[in-house]
């Protein structure tokens, strides 16, 4: 249920209400681990590993008491408090992705991430892939495919507009980059929700009333606004695409041309707020979905047996980990039945959202109906939408490969938390089209060109 009609929707403010210039200059945004933080790291990883149970490179389960920490403990505090309590957005720069295989260094990143609270199972109600983490503490975001629609359970190298994801704290972390595209953007929902309150009122409240979207036990109403009655904290929840393919659901209200154009808006004026960036190898990022929104632009992928461009095929190419955390901190959230239905529990602290409580409520096969519409061209990605945006495109195969060195403008100075160095990961990861590992310094042929530096632009 949403707000009653003859409430008043006010301006929000306060810290988590960033622009993308304010985020770059939180020292929290790009924090650099101490030699100590990293020593201690790598210690905690081999206490760790007599005790971890993988299923291939996915590690199970990692606690605290697995992976012990100190010095870093006193760091991971410190971005919890400005997670919930702050900005909703953090940064480590520089974790040594160079050093570990990617089975090792998912232990690390849920050793990490058990600090700050429970690590729940992934879940997604469109692309139901193990790959990407569906049912497991980690995924392994990357392009198994070109094209704008994901198909047959495979990740494609789409755009994705500003979204939540369904936890309270959404982490990512980069291995490698692609060739060309690929820029990970974040923007406060709380900034966008106030810009909207003084361009278009009417349009914001409609946000705050139930709209339908799609999630793996069928398809449930929430409003992508809400405000908790008694603590006052705001939520928002959004993914233009669960609540594009409700669309072609039976029985599903339409939307009107006005809800239509209020989620175009929270995109338009995201992308114009907040902070897009190219996330290089080492970089950690924890984003809190009640506070703010994430996206990406397509990228550059080819086929396994594109030997010209091999650099960006599946086993080369864009590759990020990603874990969903219930931080021991976290806020309420409104007592609706539909929040009950999707978190599995408003009480805050408490291990929520993921796939637990779809499996609760009883998984369903996607929509039959919904399936055809994209099979024979009645649906398309996006497609309800008015707006199209730079970034889209997947189709980069034509247009030269930059190397790109520097994440900011030149006229820009460069924060102190903001490290300058070239990361290893890049070439470390990289194989020939023969499955062979090259040298560090001395990365493939056709691929030299797209190693990159490890600094961010604004």
Known sequence: MGISQDAIVKQIGGRAAWTGKELHKNPYWGAVLSEDELNELDAALRHALPDVEFDGEVPQKVTQEMFPLDVMKRRINGLSEELENGSGAVMIANMPVAKYSIAHLSVIYLGICAYIGHVVHQSSAGLRSKSRGYGQPVGHVRAEMKGKTPKDGKQSNNYFRLHTDRCDVISLLSVR?????????????????????ERAPELVRLLYQPIPRIWEAGVTSLPIFAIHPETGSF?????????????YV?????????????????EEIGLELGHQFLQMPGQLTFLNNHLVYHGRTAWKFCEMEDLQNCRDNVENGRLLLRAWVSPFNSRALPPTPEMHRLWGTVEGGAPRGGLDPAEKEGIVAKPQELIDAYATGKADYYGIYSRTFKGEDVDLLDEPCEARSSNMPAD???????????????????????????????????????????????
């Open 412 to 458: 820009e100075p460069r924060s102190s938390n903001m490290p300058s160095r070239r990361e290893g990961a890049a070439a470390r990861t990289l194989r020939n089209c023969n499955g062979a590992q090259p040298p560090m310094a001395q990365p493939i042929a056709n691929c030299a060109q797209h190693l990159q530096t490890g600094s961010l632009r604004m």
């Open 235 to 247: 939520t928002t929840q959004i993914s233009p695409s669960y609540i594009e393919n409700a669309q």
């Open 177 to 197: 980059t692609a060739s060309k595209g690929g820029e990970a953007r974040v923007s406060s929902a709380v900034a966008i929700h106030d810009a909207m309150l």
């Open 250 to 266: 039976n029985g599903v209200r339409k939307l009107s041309g006005d809800e239509i154009e209020a989620i175009d808006l929270i």
